[in-house]
């Protein structure tokens, strides 16, 4: 069991996902916007972020990403981007924000499943984080 926390500003496939992975045994917390993600994060203490990179409003997730690597309150935090689109530029640009993974949309769960299934548990109830 791993806390997950799913953002994108997409409420029907958010709210699947989130679905998806409390029926597969992890605890988890959405947000629809970039808006306070890092207080969110702080509080939540997830071991994951799936993070989509087109998010609406000032900050996309590739800024994001920025402002979550920057908080060390988060450190071990694994990134996962989810984007629609694909090109060599955005790979670059999604290596260097410093996520872990990427994932194309539309996203399979056993793609996420298969990233979470390879991490150790962390910060899951009952136990002391990493």
């Known amino acids: 069991m791993l806390r997950v926390l799913v953002v994108d500003d997409y409420v029907p ?15 988890v917390a959405t947000t629809y916007t970039a808006q306070g993600i890092v207080d969110i994060a702080v509080e939540f ?11 609406n409003g000032p900050d996309d997730g590739l800024a994001v990403a920025g402002l ?6 988060l450190d071990g935090l694994v990134l996962v981007a989810m984007t629609g689109r694909h090109d060599a530029e955005l790979e670059t640009q999604i290596a260097a924000a410093g996520f872990d993974h990427y994932l194309l949309k539309p996203v399979g769960f056993d793609e996420i499943e298969a990233i979470l299934s390879a991490m150790p548990v962390r910060g899951a109830p009952g136990t002391k984080g990493q």
């Open 13 to 27: 496939a958010t709210q699947a996902i989130a679905q998806l992975l409390r029926i597969a045994g992890h605890v």
């Open 45 to 55: 203490q997830p071991a994951v972020v799936l993070l989509d990179i087109s998010l």
């Open 68 to 73: 979550l690597r920057a908080e060390p309150r």
